[in-house]
């Protein structure tokens, strides 16, 4: 069984920083893009970026030039570096895993999610 376990959310003040960390656990062997979405109360659930093993790393334009998203592929690991974070930032922050290989194929895996508050 594949698991994503997020970690790094919490309260923090308009203007300031997070870095979240997403962690796939499990007999894996290959996955082929990773991101996190996010959900405020009464939203959608929505893309915040994402970053496939081959391609274009893809930003939701609220977020272009404040969060930056990486990968550890040796690890399985996704990071997401929240500056400059704004009130309309605060959300439960979802890991999402697409196309896993390993004891399976998956082709989607979603993490429980860590809940991100800024305050004004």
């Known amino acids: 069984q594949v698991q994503l376990v997020e970690s790094g959310g919490g309260l923090v003040q308009a203007g300031g920083s997070l870095r979240l960390s997403c962690a796939a656990s499990g007999s894996i062997f290959s996955i082929n893009a990773m991101g996190w979405y996010r959900q405020a109360p009464g939203k959608q659930r929505e893309l915040v970026a994402r970053i496939p093993s081959v391609g274009i790393t893809t930003y939701a334009d609220s977020v272009k030039g404040r969060f930056t998203i990486s990968r550890e592929n040796g690890k399985n690991m996704v990071y997401l570096q929240m500056n400059s974070l704004k009130p309309e930032d605060t959300a439960v922050y979802h890991c999402?895993?697409?196309?896993?290989?390993?004891?399976?194929?998956?082709?989607?895996?979603w993490g429980q999610g860590t809940q991100v508050t800024v305050s004004s």
């Open positions: 999402r895993a697409d196309g896993v290989s390993g004891s399976g194929y998956f082709p989607v895996i």
